[in-house]
Protein backbone atom coordinates (compact mmCIF):
# COMPACT_ATOMS: atom_id res chain seq x y z
CA UNK A 1 0.00 0.00 0.00
CA UNK A 2 1.18 3.38 -1.17
CA UNK A 3 2.05 5.49 1.92
CA UNK A 4 3.64 8.87 2.87
CA UNK A 5 7.31 8.47 4.03
CA UNK A 6 9.03 11.39 6.52
CA UNK A 7 12.97 11.98 7.02
CA UNK A 8 14.00 12.44 9.55
CA UNK A 9 11.77 10.42 12.47
CA UNK A 10 13.77 12.71 15.04
CA UNK A 11 15.46 15.88 14.97
CA UNK A 12 16.73 17.44 17.74
CA UNK A 13 17.93 21.06 16.98
CA UNK A 14 19.54 24.13 18.51
CA UNK A 15 17.37 27.13 18.99
CA UNK A 16 18.13 29.74 16.35
CA UNK A 17 19.36 26.72 13.67
CA UNK A 18 17.66 26.34 10.34
CA UNK A 19 16.24 22.57 10.01
CA UNK A 20 14.72 21.01 6.47
CA UNK A 21 11.72 18.28 7.13
CA UNK A 22 11.63 16.19 4.78
CA UNK A 23 8.47 13.84 2.85
CA UNK A 24 7.77 11.72 0.09
CA UNK A 25 4.38 12.20 -0.72
CA UNK A 26 2.38 9.18 -2.41
CA UNK A 27 3.93 9.28 -6.39
CA UNK A 28 0.36 9.74 -7.96
CA UNK A 29 -0.77 12.72 -5.22
CA UNK A 30 -0.99 16.67 -6.32
CA UNK A 31 -1.83 18.17 -2.82
CA UNK A 32 0.42 18.41 -0.34
CA UNK A 33 0.10 19.57 3.35
CA UNK A 34 2.17 20.17 6.63
CA UNK A 35 0.65 19.74 9.72
CA UNK A 36 2.17 19.86 13.66
CA UNK A 37 1.25 18.59 16.68
CA UNK A 38 3.01 20.10 19.88
CA UNK A 39 3.20 17.38 22.89
CA UNK A 40 -0.54 16.95 24.31
CA UNK A 41 -2.53 19.61 22.09
CA UNK A 42 -4.31 19.54 18.66
CA UNK A 43 -3.08 18.70 15.39
CA UNK A 44 -3.03 22.29 13.65
CA UNK A 45 -2.87 22.99 9.71
CA UNK A 46 0.19 24.59 8.36
CA UNK A 47 -0.15 24.94 4.75
CA UNK A 48 -1.39 23.40 2.02
CA UNK A 49 0.45 23.50 -1.51
CA UNK A 50 -0.63 22.92 -5.12
CA UNK A 51 1.08 23.22 -8.42
CA UNK A 52 4.29 24.32 -6.93
CA UNK A 53 2.80 27.72 -4.98
CA UNK A 54 1.12 27.45 -1.66
CA UNK A 55 -2.42 27.35 -1.80
CA UNK A 56 -3.43 28.06 1.52
CA UNK A 57 -1.82 28.77 5.08
CA UNK A 58 -2.65 29.54 8.63
CA UNK A 59 -1.59 32.09 10.83
CA UNK A 60 1.56 29.54 12.69
CA UNK A 61 3.22 29.68 8.64
CA UNK A 62 4.92 32.79 9.48
CA UNK A 63 7.97 34.25 7.51
CA UNK A 64 10.08 31.74 9.21
CA UNK A 65 7.90 28.96 7.36
CA UNK A 66 8.99 27.71 3.65
CA UNK A 67 7.75 25.08 1.53
CA UNK A 68 9.62 23.53 -1.42
CA UNK A 69 8.92 20.68 -3.58
CA UNK A 70 12.76 20.77 -4.90
CA UNK A 71 12.13 17.59 -7.47
CA UNK A 72 9.56 15.48 -8.62
CA UNK A 73 9.18 13.19 -5.33
CA UNK A 74 10.29 15.28 -2.25
CA UNK A 75 7.92 17.86 -0.35
CA UNK A 76 10.51 20.02 2.60
CA UNK A 77 9.45 21.91 5.11
CA UNK A 78 12.11 24.49 6.07
CA UNK A 79 12.35 26.62 9.64
CA UNK A 80 14.48 29.33 9.31
CA UNK A 81 15.61 29.62 12.89
CA UNK A 82 14.02 27.09 15.33
CA UNK A 83 11.89 28.47 18.77
CA UNK A 84 11.84 26.28 21.21
CA UNK A 85 8.18 26.80 20.71
CA UNK A 86 8.75 24.95 17.24
CA UNK A 87 9.35 21.87 19.14
CA UNK A 88 6.31 19.34 17.89
CA UNK A 89 5.65 16.61 15.76
CA UNK A 90 5.59 17.65 12.14
CA UNK A 91 3.34 15.41 9.91
CA UNK A 92 3.42 15.61 6.00
CA UNK A 93 0.00 14.90 3.87
CA UNK A 94 -0.71 14.30 0.34
CA UNK A 95 -4.01 13.99 -1.48
CA UNK A 96 -5.14 13.17 -5.01
CA UNK A 97 -8.32 15.41 -6.08
CA UNK A 98 -9.61 12.13 -7.53
CA UNK A 99 -12.50 10.10 -6.19
CA UNK A 100 -11.21 9.40 -2.98
CA UNK A 101 -10.35 12.76 -2.10
CA UNK A 102 -9.01 11.91 1.75
CA UNK A 103 -5.34 12.87 2.97
CA UNK A 104 -2.96 9.90 3.89
CA UNK A 105 -0.89 11.09 6.57
CA UNK A 106 2.90 10.28 7.27
CA UNK A 107 4.27 8.90 10.63
CA UNK A 108 5.71 11.99 11.39
CA UNK A 109 8.83 14.22 12.52
CA UNK A 110 9.69 14.94 15.94
CA UNK A 111 11.60 17.74 16.16
CA UNK A 112 13.18 19.17 19.26
CA UNK A 113 14.59 22.62 19.90
CA UNK A 114 16.71 22.87 22.95
CA UNK B 1 -15.54 25.14 8.60
CA UNK B 2 -18.71 24.35 10.53
CA UNK B 3 -17.56 23.57 14.22
CA UNK B 4 -17.58 19.65 15.87
CA UNK B 5 -18.43 18.59 18.84
CA UNK B 6 -17.25 14.88 20.44
CA UNK B 7 -17.21 13.36 23.56
CA UNK B 8 -13.64 13.16 25.37
CA UNK B 9 -13.67 9.60 25.85
CA UNK B 10 -15.78 6.35 25.54
CA UNK B 11 -14.92 2.37 26.57
CA UNK B 12 -15.69 -0.31 23.98
CA UNK B 13 -15.66 -3.92 24.64
CA UNK B 14 -13.50 -5.75 22.42
CA UNK B 15 -15.33 -7.74 19.88
CA UNK B 16 -18.39 -5.44 20.70
CA UNK B 17 -19.54 -1.99 18.20
CA UNK B 18 -17.61 1.02 18.75
CA UNK B 19 -21.01 3.77 18.38
CA UNK B 20 -18.69 7.45 18.45
CA UNK B 21 -21.16 10.51 18.27
CA UNK B 22 -20.30 13.47 16.54
CA UNK B 23 -22.29 16.63 16.39
CA UNK B 24 -22.26 19.39 13.76
CA UNK B 25 -25.37 21.56 14.15
CA UNK B 26 -24.10 24.18 11.93
CA UNK B 27 -22.67 22.41 8.71
CA UNK B 28 -23.04 23.88 5.44
CA UNK B 29 -24.50 22.29 2.65
CA UNK B 30 -21.08 22.17 1.24
CA UNK B 31 -19.26 20.69 3.92
CA UNK B 32 -18.55 16.90 4.32
CA UNK B 33 -17.71 15.07 7.54
CA UNK B 34 -14.44 13.22 7.52
CA UNK B 35 -13.27 10.90 10.23
CA UNK B 36 -9.73 10.30 11.22
CA UNK B 37 -8.25 8.41 13.48
CA UNK B 38 -4.57 8.79 15.60
CA UNK B 39 -3.25 5.93 17.53
CA UNK B 40 -0.38 7.14 19.79
CA UNK B 41 1.23 10.06 18.09
CA UNK B 42 1.19 8.58 14.83
CA UNK B 43 0.25 10.49 11.51
CA UNK B 44 -3.62 10.75 11.87
CA UNK B 45 -5.13 7.92 9.41
CA UNK B 46 -8.11 8.30 7.24
CA UNK B 47 -11.46 6.48 8.30
CA UNK B 48 -14.06 7.45 5.65
CA UNK B 49 -16.10 10.56 4.89
CA UNK B 50 -19.46 11.13 3.92
CA UNK B 51 -21.75 14.21 3.00
CA UNK B 52 -25.43 13.17 3.50
CA UNK B 53 -26.00 9.67 2.46
CA UNK B 54 -24.46 6.25 4.53
CA UNK B 55 -21.08 5.51 4.11
CA UNK B 56 -19.77 2.20 4.73
CA UNK B 57 -16.05 0.53 3.83
CA UNK B 58 -13.63 -2.04 5.36
CA UNK B 59 -13.16 0.07 8.45
CA UNK B 60 -15.90 1.59 9.59
CA UNK B 61 -19.83 2.75 8.74
CA UNK B 62 -20.49 6.37 8.96
CA UNK B 63 -24.31 7.18 9.53
CA UNK B 64 -25.59 10.89 9.05
CA UNK B 65 -28.67 12.41 10.09
CA UNK B 66 -30.71 13.64 7.72
CA UNK B 67 -30.71 17.05 8.61
CA UNK B 68 -26.61 16.46 8.76
CA UNK B 69 -26.39 17.73 12.10
CA UNK B 70 -25.02 14.92 13.51
CA UNK B 71 -23.41 11.74 12.75
CA UNK B 72 -22.07 7.87 14.05
CA UNK B 73 -18.62 6.70 13.31
CA UNK B 74 -19.64 2.42 13.94
CA UNK B 75 -16.52 0.40 14.10
CA UNK B 76 -18.25 -2.87 13.78
CA UNK B 77 -16.03 -5.59 15.84
CA UNK B 78 -13.71 -3.50 17.61
CA UNK B 79 -10.48 -4.78 18.50
CA UNK B 80 -7.73 -3.29 20.92
CA UNK B 81 -5.81 -2.47 18.02
CA UNK B 82 -8.82 0.22 17.50
CA UNK B 83 -7.70 1.77 21.04
CA UNK B 84 -6.61 5.67 19.45
CA UNK B 85 -8.76 9.43 19.39
CA UNK B 86 -10.93 9.75 16.92
CA UNK B 87 -11.69 12.50 15.31
CA UNK B 88 -14.96 14.39 13.25
CA UNK B 89 -13.88 16.55 11.26
CA UNK B 90 -15.95 19.03 8.83
CA UNK B 91 -14.45 19.54 5.74
CA UNK B 92 -15.59 22.04 3.21
CA UNK B 93 -15.42 20.88 -0.37
CA UNK B 94 -12.49 22.05 -2.40
CA UNK B 95 -10.75 22.82 0.73
CA UNK B 96 -8.28 20.05 2.44
CA UNK B 97 -7.53 22.34 5.75
CA UNK B 98 -8.62 19.94 8.19
CA UNK B 99 -9.52 21.59 11.47
CA UNK B 100 -8.85 18.84 14.30
CA UNK B 101 -10.46 19.07 17.89
CA UNK B 102 -9.66 17.05 20.61
CA UNK B 103 -11.53 14.46 19.37
CA UNK B 104 -13.05 10.74 21.17
CA UNK B 105 -10.45 8.76 22.65
CA UNK B 106 -11.89 5.37 22.61
CA UNK B 107 -10.37 2.71 24.75
CA UNK B 108 -11.26 -1.22 23.61
CA UNK B 109 -11.66 -3.41 26.42
CA UNK B 110 -10.44 -7.05 26.59
Known amino acids: EPEVTQTPSHQVTQMGQEVILRCVPI?????FYWYRQILGQKVEFLVS????????KSEIFDDQFSVERPDGSNFTLKIRSTKLEDSAMYFC????????????FGQGTRLTVV | DAKTTQPPSMDCAEGRAANLPCNHSTISGNEYVYWYRQIHSQGPQYIIHGLKNNETNEMASLIITEDRKSSTLILPHATLRDTAVYYC???????????FGTGTRLKVLA
Open chain 1, 27 to 31: SNHLY
Open chain 1, 93 to 104: ASSDRGRTAEAF
Open chain 2, 89 to 99: IAVTSGTYKYI
Open chain 1, 49 to 56: FYNNEISE
